[in-house]
């Protein structure tokens, strides 16, 4: 089987949107991360970035995952106590950070730090849906983080 690109993508980008965030509001924390050390940088220029981290594979594997995770969990469709963990985001958890760390892991230690930064403000868009009481956003809140750390991990790259 060839992996299906354009339907991943399609599927991380729709359920994101589900979910209520866009990927104009990523880019608009990967502007807060690396604005102050850009002055021409452009909302544009963090959307192009995000565009570009979503499309990898690496990305749309963990994106799936933990969307669906959280997903199938509001659904009543993941078995206790695993469900109970992920409803609750029970810190000790680790699972849905580590999925996390992978995608902001892909350019370096400036992604790794920015999602440490992220996950710890809840940033934007992170913050609406860790707050969420009606929606299981486990996984989501921490994959918007960590496509944001990646894509201004990617800014800062390209433009050093």
Same mark, same amino acid.
């Given at each position: 089987?060839?992996? %299906? =690109?354009? #339907?991943?993508?399609?599927?991380? @980008?729709?359920?994101?949107? #589900?979910?209520?965030?866009? *990927? +104009?509001?990523?880019? $608009? ?9 850009? %002055?021409?940088?452009?909302?544009? =220029?963090?959307?192009?970035?995000? @565009?570009?981290? &979503?499309?990898?594979? $690496? &990305? ?5 995952? /933990?969307? #669906? *995770?959280?997903? *199938?969990?509001? #659904?009543?469709?993941?078995?206790? %106590? ?9 810190? @000790? ?24 930064? &992220? !996950?710890? !403000?809840?940033? /934007?868009?992170?913050?609406?849906? =860790?707050? !969420? ?7 989501? +809140? ?15 790259? =390209?433009?050093?």
């Amino acid at each position: 089987m060839k992996y %299906p =690109d354009t #339907e991943a993508y399609k599927f991380v @980008v729709k359920r994101l949107s #589900e979910l209520g965030v866009y *990927l +104009d509001d990523i880019a $608009e924390i990967v502007y807060g991360l690396e604005g102050k050390y850009l %002055p021409k940088l452009t909302i544009q =220029d963090c959307l192009n970035a995000v @565009v570009n981290v &979503v499309h990898k594979r $690496e &990305v749309l594997n963990n994106a799936m995952s /933990g969307l #669906e *995770l959280d997903r *199938l969990t509001q #659904e009543g469709l993941i078995k206790e %106590p695993l469900a109970s963990i992920i409803k609750n985001d029970i810190g @000790v958890f680790g699972t849905d950070e580590s999925l996390a760390l992978a995608i902001s892991q892909l350019y370096g230690s400036i992604g790794t730090t920015n999602y440490g930064y &992220v !996950d710890k !403000d809840k940033t /934007g868009i992170i913050n609406k849906l =860790d707050t !969420d009481d009606y929606q299981v956003n486990t996984f989501s +809140d921490d994959i918007v983080g960590a496509i944001a750390s990646a894509a201004a991990a990617k800014v800062a790259h =390209d433009h050093s």
